[in-house]
């Protein structure tokens, strides 16, 4: 067999180890351009919300009544629809205070499986409608748009007075504070960081260079 035929195989094989050995550093050059203070926060010692094996996790946490987070909605759901198997997103109400109707409301419909029809709808009764108010709607008012979205009023009102929904506003309420959290939207990347942004197209660009960088850190 001709030299060359023999040599073509290892070259290819030490062609393609180069090539996924600089995927990894590819990555990792595409977040170098991060700037601390400008574009993100480091949590000190901060986790994830729910950590899950070769998953990177970006928490956005909102409120329903702020404005802000009704024009970010329609851009993260698309961002959110974009990203690959090993981006695990998650919104989180903001827990603010232990008794927060709205974000009671989302716990309470999530634990129905209603979120679905509850979510966007809710941002639009508050926002367009104005069928619910910006601040201080209870939750019978909470529980009755969602019985007019198809859920059951009294299921409603149960699950958002119950111990489930007190564990996971107090567990909430922590993540929030431990994230050094003042004010909606917040994007938390890996509890790690909180990405800033001077726009919210720019708060999603330095959120991906920050899951980039976490997914170069883990060697994905």
């Avoid at 695990?88 to 029809?117: H, I, K, M, N, Q």
């Avoid at 966007?120 to 008012?141: C, K, N, V, W, Y």
Wanted: with cysteine; glycine share 6%.
């Amino acid at each position: 067999m001709p030299m060359i035929q023999r040599l073509f195989p290892a070259l290819f094989a030490l062609a393609f180890a180069a090539m996924a050995a600089a995927l990894p550093a590819a990555t990792a050059h595409a977040s170098e351009g991060l700037v601390e203070g400008r574009d993100y926060v480091t949590v000190a010692d901060g986790q994830p919300l729910k950590a899950e094996p070769g998953k990177i996790e970006v928490v956005e946490v909102f409120a329903y009544w702020c404005h802000h987070c009704n024009n970010l909605q329609p851009l993260i759901s698309a961002w959110q629809r974009r990203q690959p198997a090993d981006v695990a997103f998650r919104y989180l109400p903001a827990a603010f205070t232990l008794d927060d109707a709205a974000a009671r409301a989302y716990f309470a419909a999530e634990s129905l499986g209603v979120l679905d029809r509850t979510h966007d709808a809710t941002f639009r009764a508050i926002h367009a409608e104005q069928s619910l108010p910006a601040r201080g709607a209870s939750m019978a008012e909470y529980a009755a748009l969602y019985a007019g979205l198809g859920a059951d009023r009294d299921q409603v009102l149960a699950a958002m007075r119950s111990p489930e929904t007190d564990a996971r506003m107090a567990a909430a309420r922590e993540f929030i504070v431990n994230a050094g959290i003042q004010g909606t939207p917040t994007i938390i990347v890996n509890g790690r960081y909180r990405a800033l942004g001077r726009s919210y197209s720019d708060m999603l660009r330095i959120t991906d260079l920050l899951v980039a960088r976490e997914r170069a850190a883990a060697g994905h």
